[in-house]
């Protein structure tokens, strides 16, 4: 109990470091782009240099120091782009992506759960070749492809997501599951005529959990970044378009948190994977 107790605190203390990096780096990155702090009213002929001058007084952009104390405080600023609060701006679109989020995080482990289940149970060398053919053909599709895909079938992003994840998923997946199919154990009940189904679930699937509840951690980081393209390209409303939208106009007051929740959002999936690990390997 005294390890697993400091493990969480170091995994806590990592988990803030990360997000407060995750924050200064974003922060650092976007005030040393070109054209940073510039606004487009400068550039306006019909405006008089007293009303130019206004504008360049008020554009320039907080202190770094007073951004990152904001930020954990809760006062995110105002998006420069749209003109309104960060937070209502977040607020209103985070239920969008996490929808997307958790309905394609499903959608693919659900697949590549069927997939890998049915390899190990019929054992055929055409559904082997099958399942390899089509996981080689999705990972060679680049995320925005297959988001622009799915826009003209008009089969929305959760799918397209599910459809990123899914190749990723299964070719390590596979890899684990036949790791674990070919222990002396393993082949030894299945020379006993103990069943196939049961031989896969109970001596094949639960030995390989806590490698695969890593792989769940990973996957949510995976789909956190795939889901910024896909809503993007798909034109769903969400947090992953504004990112794309603020990446565009550099809306530093939108990237900061955006930054700062996905590393949070990353960080927090693989503490909570790590933890259900440690206790799957007990019981195992």
């Known amino acids: 109990m005294p390890e697993f107790v400091g493990l969480a605190a170091r995994r806590l203390l990592l988990l803030l470091l990360t997000v ?20 487009e009213r400068q550039l306006d002929l019909r405006l008089s240099e007293r009303s130019v001058a206004a504008i360049r007084a008020g554009a320039g952009p907080p202190g770094l120091l007073r951004t990152l104390v ?4 809760g006062d995110w600023g105002d998006s420069v782009s749209l003109n309104r609060a960060v937070r209502e701006l977040m607020a209103e679109r985070s239920g969008l992506t996490a929808r997307t989020l958790g309905i394609g995080l499903a959608i693919a482990w659900a697949a590549t759960a ?16 099958a399942v390899r053919f089509t996981t080689d053909t999705l990972l060679c599709l680049p995320a925005a492809v297959v988001a622009l895909l799915a826009l003209y079938l008009d089969v929305g992003p959760a799918l397209a997501l599910a459809v990123v994840l899914c190749p990723k998923l299964l070719s390590y997946t596979r890899k684990v599951l036949r790791a674990c199919a070919c222990r002396p154990h393993v082949v030894s009940a299945r020379a006993r005529g103990i069943p196939a189904l049961t031989l896969v679930l109970r001596h094949v699937c639960f030995p390989a959990a806590p490698e695969l509840l890593g792989l769940a951690g990973i996957s949510v980081s995976m789909a956190a970044g795939a889901v910024i393209p896909v809503e993007a390209l798909c034109d769903s409303p969400g ?11 550099r809306d530093l007051p939108v990237l900061l948190p955006a930054t700062a929740l996905m590393a949070a959002i990353t960080c927090a999936a693989n503490l909570l994977a790590d933890a259900a690990r440690v206790t799957m390997c007990r019981w195992a």
């Open 20 to 39: 407060l990096c995750a924050a200064l780096l974003s922060t650092l990155l976007v005030r040393f782009a070109p054209g940073f702090g510039m606004d």
């Open 70 to 73: 904001g930020l954990f405080r």
């Open 114 to 129: 069927l997939l890998c289940v049915t390899e190990l149970h019929v054992r055929r060398p055409i559904i082997d070749l």
């Open 239 to 249: 947090v992953g378009q504004l990112i794309w939208q603020s990446a565009m106009a």
